[in-house]
């Protein structure tokens, strides 16, 4: 199975629905995502509770992702990271970096924090 990707607004922060795999050639995330910075978009949640493997590439990849959104001055909140890819954060001390949420509500209102603190000091 390939990877799926679709993209919504919800409150002014992108929610990036994937589904499949993120593994090594896969480069559809990535891509989207900086499409999406490009058009001004900041703050996002990536919901990953339909991901069902990840290898070091994929990983390496949400790292990227990561980095390029910080670089922006944006937010990335994970949306429901499965069992195995939170053991793989847990694993490379990822789960420092990431900030994850178990629900989509929260996700989005965390990620809001900072699309009010960029509107306040704007």
């Not at 999406?36 to 990840?54: I, S």
């Not at 847990?90 to 009010?116: C, M, P, Y």
Request: charged content about 20%.
């Amino acid at each position: 199975m390939s990877l799926a990707i679709t993209s919504r607004i919800v409150s002014g922060v992108v929610v990036v629905d994937v589904s499949g795999k993120l593994r090594f050639l896969e480069f559809g995330l990535p891509d989207q995502i900086n499409e999406l910075l490009e058009e001004g978009h900041r703050d996002f949640v990536l919901n990953l509770a339909n991901v069902t493997y990840v290898d070091s590439f994929g990983l390496g990849q949400l790292i990227t992702i990561w980095t390029s959104i910080r670089n922006k001055g944006g937010q990335l909140i994970l949306l429901r990271p499965t069992d195995h890819l939170q053991k793989l954060f847990h694993i490379t001390k990822l789960d420092s970096v990431f900030n994850t949420s178990g629900e989509e509500v929260q996700a989005v209102r965390s990620a809001r924090k900072n699309l009010t603190v960029s509107v306040q000091t704007t």
